[in-house]
């Protein structure tokens, strides 16, 4: 078995660019990001000025991660880059920064999947017991894993349409709000206590599987309704209608938590032997659905972990955590390593 022991991370997959070092024996040494900003005014991320701003930022975020860790580049044994999912421009600008460098200074290299990087993301900062059950929801997905072990995990359900994530967005975009929608929905939401005006229709069907797209055109429909958006020429008509911001972030909130739980708590049935349930990904940013999650948990005498906001969205230390088990059980990639959307 390869003694690898220092891990760079970098994960350039969509809109942030981040690097990590991560030490097997220490954990965590280093966590540079760089968000980018400029998509707030065009309601979602632009691929072509995501790509840019990658290739801008990489270097400078590298070398933030090595200095922060007080550490060079010849002490890091693997360079660890996310190569799927993700946008493509993205994605390149990472796997072919992490390439040249591996190449040039004789590293290890590992591919890692975005997805895996965010299922384990609690370890970074929890003792999480297996096996347990993850729900990882963000911008562009939102999934239920079964989670065995480092590394072994199997999909339980997934969206059929939108993510959890994209549905925040969305509607937060209806009511002319930049991208992303989820923190000014959860903050509209804690405005009210977190009531349910509008009762939204949530599906309590029996599958693993998610649908949110349904969710959107309803509170859609309803703003039309209540002759507040106009579907023609696609605009907003009470933008100084705090209540009504508030009643249908609200309502959204209170409805993706409501089948969040539901979702879990069928999964428990299905799987007993858990020991704990897991919250990761942007949306776990989300104090209202994480407080929700862990009284579900707690009702189940099951442990609750989420990691802290800065690993929730995505990050380089996600990434090389996963790198460095990757490493300790050989599962190296080759130079041809591909992107994949
Ligand atoms: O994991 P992430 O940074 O990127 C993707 O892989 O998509 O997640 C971004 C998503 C966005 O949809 C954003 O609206 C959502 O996470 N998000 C939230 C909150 N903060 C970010 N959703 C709900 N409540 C929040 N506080
Ligand atoms: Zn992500």
Do not use: W
């Amino acid at each position: 078995m390869h003694q690898a022991r220092i891990i760079l991370g970098i994960e350039t997959s969509c809109d942030e660019t981040s690097a990590a070092i991560y030490q097997q024996e220490r954990g965590l040494l280093s966590h540079a990001l760089y968000s980018q900003e400029h998509h707030k005014n065009y309601g979602g991320v632009i691929p072509e000025l995501a790509s840019r701003s990658q290739l801008e930022k990489i270097n400078g975020m590298v070398e933030k991660a090595l200095n922060d860790a007080h550490i060079t580049l010849d002490d890091v044994d693997v360079i660890a880059v996310t190569n799927k999912p993700g946008l493509a421009g993205s994605l390149l600008v990472g796997v072919c920064f992490a390439k040249a460098l591996a190449f040039a200074k004789n590293k290890k290299l590992i591919g890692i999947n975005h997805l895996e990087g965010h299922a384990f993301s609690t370890l970074l900062e929890h003792s999480v017991p297996f096996p347990h059950l993850c729900l990882s929801a963000s911008g562009g997905h939102t999934a239920l894993y079964r989670m065995n072990g480092l590394g072994d995990f199997e999909l339980l359900g997934q969206t059929l349409d939108d993510a959890a994530g994209e549905a925040f967005d969305k509607v937060a975009k209806m009511m002319e709000y930049p991208y992303p929608g989820g923190p000014v929905i959860e903050k509209l939401a804690q405005e009210i206590n977190f009531i349910d005006v509008c009762n939204y229709p949530r599906s309590m069907d029996k599958s693993l599987n998610f649908s949110f797209s349904g969710l959107k055109t309803a509170v859609l429909y309803d703003l039309v309704k209540k002759g507040a958006y106009d579907l023609r020429a696609k605009a907003f008509l009470c933008p100084e209608s705090r209540t009504l911001k508030q009643e249908v972030a609200s309502s959204l909130l209170v409805c993706i938590g409501d089948i969040f739980k539901h979702k879990l708590s069928l999964a428990l049935e299905q799987h007993p032997d858990v020991k704990a349930i897991t919250f990761v990904g942007g949306v776990a940013c989300n104090k209202y659905l994480k407080e929700h999650l862990s009284t579900l948990a707690t009702k189940k005498k099951l442990s609750f972990f989420a990691p802290s906001s800065q690993f929730c969205t995505d990050n380089g230390a996600m990434i090389a955590l996963v790198g460095s088990y990757k490493a300790a059980q050989g599962k190296f990639s080759d130079f041809d390593l591909d992107i994949f959307e």
